[in-house]
């Protein structure tokens, strides 16, 4: 999901329940979303998770768009992720 959605993260040494944003792909479902590297992660569709593993298993779980609620320079911001189809796209002669 992560490269799906155009971000990765990383879990916090001294809080391990944290998850930050380390990398967002230009152009990505997460760039045009406005998520940042340095946002720490909350919620995803008002569901709670603790750390890195949790994270991984409940993306796959919501439907999109995806809200996600990140704190960003100590201020709390809802962003609206629109994940790409996962369905290929029928071939065309």
């Known amino acids: 999901p992560p490269l799906r959605l155009g971000f990765a993260w990383r879990e916090e040494d001294a809080e391990p329940s944290v998850v930050w944003v380390s990398r967002v792909v230009a152009g990505s479902a997460a760039d045009r979303a406005g998520l940042s590297v340095g946002d720490r992660i909350l919620q995803i569709d008002d569901r709670d998770f603790q750390g890195s593993d949790e994270l991984s298993q409940v993306l796959p779980l919501v439907d999109s768009p995806l809200e996600l609620l990140v704190e960003r320079k100590g201020r709390l911001r ?8 996962t369905h290929a796209a029928p071939a065309t002669d």
């Open 78 to 85: 809802n962003l609206i992720l629109e994940a790409p189809s």
